[in-house]
């Protein structure tokens, strides 16, 4: 078993740019794909990134992920910050390939 | 357009147990696993169970193994958890989760709250 973990929050102002961090305890992170989900207060999780970079239909390019094997970890990365931004945004991964894995979660603050 | 549905949720005592419905359209419902995803109130994301798209494979997380059973009715377009012997921790909003390999899509969440 391994775990994932993002910050509890960041901040930062409309127009900026901000990159979220997730970091596998165990085991490499290229092993096994990365999702992103963002949480708007009240809503339920919509996809933003899925196998490590690739966006759904409808999401901006402003919102982009990757993987750095040097640092076991993965980032979203979102530029052009806007306040319908603001939201939890959580990484999720796979466990010998099938048991889902959720990092806790970071709060994004757009000041 | 993907739609998932849950219903089922609601008030149960400490050891009770409820079924939980996913009703899914949009897609061919046996052509993908589902899984079931839960938040406790104001916490983050736990992964709860994923069945394949024939209803052979299960797989569980450790916080519900052997007292949660997910199923699915496929001719009905439909998923299941049957939860057992429930707990205080395992109050939280459970969400039905197409996995569509474009990182999923999830239904509106139903709400469960253990508590005597």
């Known amino acids: 078993n391994f775990m994932l973990t993002q910050p509890h929050s960041v901040s930062e102002s409309p127009g900026k740019t901000v990159i979220i961090s997730c970091t596998r305890s165990s085991g490499s992170i290229a092993s096994n794909y990365v999702q992103w989900y963002q949480q708007r207060p009240g809503s339920s999780p919509t996809t933003v990134i899925y196998k490590n970079n690739q966006r759904p239909s409808g999401v901006p390019d402003r919102l982009s992920g990757s993987i750095d094997s040097s640092s076991n970890s993965a980032s979203l990365t979102i530029s052009g910050l806007k306040t319908e931004d603001e939201a939890d945004y959580y990484c999720?991964?796979?466990?010998?390939?099938?048991?889902?894995?959720f990092g806790g979660g970071t709060k994004l603050t757009v000041l | 357009e993907v739609q998932l549905l849950e219903s089922g949720g609601g008030l149960v005592q400490p050891g009770g147990s409820l079924r939980l419905s996913c009703a899914a359209s949009g897609f061919t419902f046996s052509n993908y696993a589902m899984a079931w995803v839960r938040q406790a109130p104001g916490k983050g994301l736990d992964w709860v169970s994923t069945?394949?798209?024939?209803?052979?494979?299960?797989f569980d997380g450790d916080s519900v193994q052997g007292r949660f059973t997910i199923s699915r009715d496929n001719s009905k377009n439909s998923l299941y958890l049957q939860m057992n012997s429930l707990r205080a921790d395992d109050t939280a909003v459970y969400y039905c989760v197409q996995e569509n390999g474009v990182g999923g899509t999830w239904g509106q969440g139903t709400l469960v709250t253990v508590s005597s």
């Open positions: 999720q991964s796979f466990d010998s390939g099938i048991y889902w894995v």
């Open positions: 069945l394949s798209g024939s209803g052979e494979s299960t």
